[in-house]
């Protein structure tokens, strides 16, 4: 891991602190979380959206300290210890949050069988298509690449908002596909500075959409200043970043 990961912003900033402060006494449930991770900001939306107490411990994934290896053995945020049982990955605690904490409204995954199944689906697009897109469309330095990687992430982006109900996924409803996916809408300044993307430019309404996704007040709650973030981006920009994630893009592996 290179030294500049190694030395990212310490701790949240803007409105994200301010939650990060209100997390600080002991709790069942323990948030092993990295401020700057869109990954861990799924499970952070779905802790402040449900209401679920949590204690929140700031962690530099890319430390890889022995603590934390042995919460998650693949050093990556976010992860969680729940009555001292540790798990990991940010969408597998989404839905965890659902099970250990039934009786707390409201759910992000609806009760009924097919519509549970339907929003799975499409938070399987958002992983599968989504993320990996913005990912390359971030890391690739060659213009035409950059180009092409574009022409595909708007493409799968046209896919979803075609399904959009509004003013969420489901209609008035906030679901586990807005949580899946705003992380990203909230980062989409990087491909918008870097790589010519628009949100006008995708259609189907996803420029509304997105405008839904970024003011909810969970999403908000859960970001810093941007300065900070567009300090860890620069490496992305510049196919430098030496994350699980980044080496697997420039793979062309899943992750
Ligand atoms: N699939 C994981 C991805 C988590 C992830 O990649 N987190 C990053 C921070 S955004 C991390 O911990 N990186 C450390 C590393 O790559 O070594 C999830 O959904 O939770």
Redesign the pocket.
């Known amino acids: ?1 290179s030294a500049a990961e190694q030395k990212i912003h310490p701790h949240a900033t803007g409105l994200a602190a301010k939650t990060v402060e209100a997390h600080q006494e002991p709790q069942d449930l323990v948030f092993y979380s ?1 401020w ?5 900001q ?1 499970t952070w939306i779905t802790l402040e959206e449900r209401g679920i107490p949590y204690q929140y411990v700031e962690v530099n ?2 430390k ?1 300290e022995k603590h934390f290896l042995a919460i998650n053995p693949k ?4 992860a969680i210890e729940y009555k001292g049982k540790a798990l ?4 597998i ?1 989404c839905e965890f949050l659902e099970d250990a904490y039934p009786d707390q409204s409201p759910h992000v995954l609806p009760e009924d069988p097919f519509e549970r199944a339907y929003v799975r689906l499409w938070v399987d697009h958002v992983a599968k298509q989504i993320v990996p897109g913005f990912m390359r469309t971030v890391q690739a330095q060659d213009p035409e690449k950059q180009r092409e990687y574009l022409v595909e992430f708007n493409k799968a982006l046209l896919t979803l908002a075609e399904k959009v109900k509004g003013p969420y996924f489901l209609g008035d409803r906030f679901s586990l596909v807005d949580v899946a996916l705003a992380p990203w809408v909230v980062r989409d300044y990087i491909i918008k500075e870097h790589r010519g993307y628009s949100r006008e430019a995708v259609g189907g309404g996803w420029k509304e959409y997105a405008e839904q996704l970024e003011s909810r007040e969970s999403v908000r709650k859960t970001q810093s200043d941007r300065e900070h973030y567009t300090e860890i981006y620069a490496r992305y920009l510049k196919d430098e970043a ?5 080496k697997a893009i420039r793979a062309g592996r899943p ?1």
């Open positions: 891991m990295g700057f991770c869109p990954y861990v799924r994934p890319y890889k050093g990556l945020v976010p990991y990955e940010s969408l605690l030496q994350s699980e994630a980044a992750f």
